[in-house]
């Protein structure tokens, strides 16, 4: 792929990446969130058309590819999600598309595709998958394994794995990185996608950084220590965003305890202090929007305990948590964090309308005063207090969801990507909230894929690698390389031993 | 390399006891739906000693002929749109069709016309209905549920324009031997049901083109990146259901010798028979088969409360209660597996 060029609605994703990847390799591709990764890979897929830029494939050049084309050269793609129909047989599953059929009759040839499954899928894994068992059945590392026989079965030239470990435990991991060596040594061609660097080093013969949409070096990950990949990968524009604040740190608001769920995150233990910014970042996979999620009250833990101000809690359900004065800020805003089709107002007041009723009835003026005041405190962006959310800008969104729980002066909040999709103008006003909020006593922990935004805001840091809590850092004595590092596995020293 | 690569056939225990939940929830649930049926025949056979008699359940079989015939219409819709009831595919035209299409052919037959013409009219009535509601859910991209509402009213006003809101009688060679018994003393109507149950079941459960449609239905991303043409798979389900519409219509004028008014309160009817329908998968979706068998549960629950003295309106209670069961189970088993 050759001076690759794309852009989405004035964002440029990809600004003239190089891409070569020799025959029979293993090439890796890495990157932090955002450099460029899948947009190159969708346009490989021809999922995606290229602005400038052209690929060049067994010696033959194209401006652009199609899905059928891209098919038609053995390009095959396994993705991160699982294209596969979760009430199908294994063998129903692999065929479909190119069923067996009996004689030249129109007719399934259920038996000849339960026998061609079995013996597909040993011949190359070596392994015995339950043929007759159906797909949501399977372990999420058996589904894998269908998936990337049903690319085999298309005699594929070049395999492309987007991630494909991240919902895998290690053991399947490992099952899957022994596969994948055993494909090439059949002499096939594979691109692998990954945020884990030590799956990198232990695969790739090659491995590409992106860094804001441009290749920024090809080298080989043996040779080249996992530290210097890293710091290939981390962007260094420090900017001035990050407002600066006094903290008064005082006694333990949030202390979560020995928290498990299993297949997500084990022995997940901190504590949120008042008047403190506790930043919990991660890669996909490692956990950390599960265990958000968990404390949001919208999915269950398996074991482990909470405290809120002392007090053991359990949120069986997000209202649980909103009782016990929680803020909770969704990352996902148009689903969870804010009604599109209410007003600024009803937004704002949602979740604190008793403070402004009396006998039942809401108090208009005093509802409208108190709104009021926080739309210029937060300095939202809105023609008028009734203007409905949808109208506003994301950033703004997202201030408005923020504004709905400063109404109840929370003590505890709990943020998940706050400035996901926002503004820069927005981000800074978001920080500085956020920091008032820390200075006016409550406790904070956010949620943020964003290494500089944790080190600009936050007091400590906590990383988690595959389930855990690899490492807690001083936001004042460390670096974005060495937290990239933490989140990637690539100081394994500093890491627990994987489950 | 080999060996630790042989122990991927290993389910991780932890991950194997909640799935194998999930699956003995689903074994329980179709085991109880059968154990259901089969007691129910139990004790209206104990309780009513003509119910197991041949010429009842030809009867029956009769009587479930127009309720099976669209059923089947709605199941693959449903199988081809995905079985979520909001989202997934639905026909709602489908009994004011038959009502449509039943006009059409008294009509035709009123003015003097054969079978032969009425026929293929009505037939080409039931492909249009069918097509238009292609169109509407698949070329403009309307919901399946507000699609075929819309369709539904369009049929309903048609049939009142052209009947006036009364019956037509009708009479004809074909109308005449379709009531009559055929081969087993089992009337020909009963016969059609029959027939059309086991062509659908051949071509939905074993045919490439039927796997096809379910994988459409199921995880429509996973259809279209194995290179299948969705569109044309979803279109097909809603002709099919339109050709279904116009055969219960023929089978149901010959059954009462003339079109009748109201024929749209079949349709939830035929919305709950096809639902029903899931509990005796052994993947909880729909199938023929699984329809085929609640028609028949429905039938035969309706013939021995009217066999055993009961007011049959207890019917519409028990199928009420039938089909929260079924939509909570399926929920259930759903919920166990994501």
Redesign the interface.
């Known amino acids: 792929m050759h001076r690759i060029v794309k852009s989405f609605g004035g964002v440029r994703a990809l600004g003239g990446a190089d891409l070569n990847v020799q025959a029979g390799t293993i090439h890796g591709l890495v990157g932090q969130n955002g450099a460029g990764k899948s947009t190159l890979i969708k346009i490989l897929a021809g999922i995606h058309q290229p602005d400038a830029g052209s690929i060049e494939i067994a010696g033959q050049r194209y401006n652009h590819l199609t899905p059928h084309r891209a ?1 038609k050269l053995g390009l095959h793609f396994i993705h991160q999600d699982r ?6 047989t294994v063998g ?2 692999l065929f ?2 190119s ?1 067996p ?1 009996v004689g030249p009759l ?3 040839n259920r038996r000849r595709m339960k026998r061609q499954a079995a013996e597909t899928i040993h011949n190359y ?6 043929v007759g068992a ?1 797909i ?4 999420p ?2 589904q894998q ?1 269908v998936q990337i026989t049903r690319a085999l079965l298309r005699s594929p030239s070049v395999l492309v794995f987007d991630e494909p470990t991240a919902a895998l ?1 290690k ?2 991991a ?2 899957l990185f ?2 994948i060596q ?1 494909l090439r040594v059949q002499g096939l061609t594979i691109v692998y996608i990954s945020h884990y660097l030590n799956e990198i080093a232990m695969l790739c013969d090659r491995v590409t950084v992106l860094r804001n949409g441009v290749d920024v070096g090809t080298v080989n990950p043996r040779e080249v220590p996992s530290a210097t990949l890293v710091s290939m990968m981390v962007a260094r524009d420090i900017d001035e965003m990050f407002p600066k604040r006094v903290a008064t740190i005082g006694e333990p608001i949030l202390t979560v305890k020995k928290l498990c769920r ?2 997500a995150f084990t022995d997940v233990s901190f504590t949120v202090r008042r008047g403190e910014i506790v930043g919990i970042t991660g890669l996909v996979g490692s956990g950390v929007k599960e265990l958000v999620r968990s404390l949001f009250g919208l999915i269950h833990v398996d074991s482990g305990k909470l405290a809120i101000g002392g007090r053991p809690i359990h949120l069986r359900s997000p209202s649980v948590a909103v009782g016990r004065r929680l803020a909770l800020v969704p990352e996902n805003r148009r689903k969870h964090g804010v009604a599109l089709d209410l007003s600024v107002r009803e937004n704002v007041t949602l979740a604190s309308l008793q403070q402004y009723s009396r006998f039942g009835f809401l108090q208009l003026a005093r509802e409208a005063q108190a709104v009021d005041e926080l739309i210029s405190r937060l300095s939202v962006r809105t023609p008028h207090r009734n203007t409905a959310v949808r109208h506003l800008s994301g950033g703004n969104q997202q201030k408005v969801a923020l504004a709905k729980w400063l109404s109840r002066r929370s003590s505890l909040y709990i943020l998940d990507e706050p400035t996901v999709g926002v503004d820069i103008g927005s981000k800074v006003e978001i920080y500085r909230l956020i920091g008032e909020l820390a200075e006016q006593g409550a406790g904070i922990l956010t949620l943020s894929a964003d290494l500089l935004e944790l080190l600009g805001i936050c007091d400590r840091i906590l990383v988690m690698y595959r389930g855990h809590i690899a490492r807690e850092f001083s936001a004042a004595a460390t670096n974005s390389d060495e937290l990239l590092a933490c989140a990637t596995g690539a100081d394994l020293t500093a890491l627990p031993v994987n489950e | ?2 060996k ?6 290993e ?2 225990p ?3 006891a909640r ?2 939940a ?2 003995w929830l689903s074994l329980l649930i179709r085991a109880g739906s059968l154990f259901a049926f089969a007691s129910v025949m139990l004790y209206f056979a104990i309780a009513a000693p003509f119910f197991l008699t041949f010429s009842n359940i030809a009867n029956v079989l009769e009587q479930s002929t127009i309720l099976g015939v669209l059923s089947f219409g709605m199941t693959i819709v449903m199988i081809g749109g995905g079985s979520n009831v909001i989202t997934g595919g639905i026909d709602l035209s489908l009994a004011n069709n038959l009502g449509l299409c039943a006009a059409v052919y008294a009509s035709v037959l009123r003015n003097g016309q054969p079978d032969t013409v009425a026929l293929s009219l009505t037939l080409a009535v039931g492909l249009a209905v069918g097509s238009l509601n292609a169109v509407a859910v698949v070329g403009l991209g309307i919901l399946p549920l507000i699609a075929t509402l819309s369709v539904m009213n369009i049929c309903a006003g048609f049939e009142l324009v052209l009947t006036q809101n009364t019956v037509i009688p009708a009479t004809s060679p074909l109308l005449s031997s379709l009531t009559d018994n055929g081969p087993l003393g089992i009337s020909y109507l009963a016969l059609v049901l029959l027939a059309l149950a086991v062509i659908l079941i ?1 071509g939905v459960e ?7 449609l ?2 459409v239905g ?2 429509r ?3 279209r ?4 043409y969705v569109q044309s798979y979803i279109a097909a389900s809603y002709l099919i259901s339109g050709v279904c519409g116009a055969i219960g219509a023929v089978l149901s004028v010959s059954l009462l010798n003339g079109s009748s008014t109201g024929s749209g309160a079949m349709l939830l009817s035929v919305v709950l028979t096809a639902l029903l329908g899931a509990i005796f998968s ?4 729909p199938t023929i088969t699984g329809t085929l068998l609640s028609v028949l549960f429905i039938g035969f629950l309706i013939n021995g409360f009217q066999l055993t003295n009961v007011s049959s309106y207890w019917v519409n209670g028990v199928e009420g209660v039938l089909i929260l069961f079924v939509v909570a189970a399926t929920s259930l088993v759903r919920r166990g ?1 994501s």
């Open positions: 098919e294209l596969l129909v979760p009430t199908f129903e599953a479909l598309g069923e059929r129109p007719l399934l894994f070596g392994v015995e998958l339950p159906l949501g059945e399977l372990t590392a058996q394994i435990v053991p399947e490992d099952r022994e596969s055993r299993r297949r | 390399m080999d630790s690569l042989a122990a991927l056939g389910p991780i932890n991950a194997s799935r194998s999930a699956g051949v074993f045919t490439p083109l039927g796997l096809r379910y994988a199921a995880y991303e996973a259809a990146a194995a290179g299948l052994r993947r909880l979706v597996e």
